[in-house]
């Protein structure tokens, strides 16, 4: 995840960023983006990605999505 630390501006975010938070749609954005490389190298199309990064990728978004799904459910008392 290093190599994707650098922003479009060229400056660096912080290794840490995803403590933060994201909000779900940032985690279903970019879980989508991730899906659309993993099935485009499973169809034996080209990509700039590699595939254990793509699927690495995946499983944060769906790890990230997860967790702020259960947050919200145990923030109101269920």
Wanted: charged residues 25%; glycine residues 8%; proline residues 1%.
């Amino acid at each position: 995840m290093h190599g994707h630390r650098v922003m479009a501006d060229g400056s660096i975010r912080d290794s840490d960023n995803w403590q933060k938070g994201m909000s779900l749609a940032v985690y279903m954005e970019s879980a989508w983006r991730h899906f659309f490389t993993w099935w485009k190298i499973h169809r034996g199309y080209p990509s700039l990605e590699d595939l254990e990064d793509t699927l690495c990728a995946e499983l944060f978004n769906v790890s990230g999505y997860l967790h702020e799904t259960i947050k919200a459910r145990l923030d109101k008392g269920d």
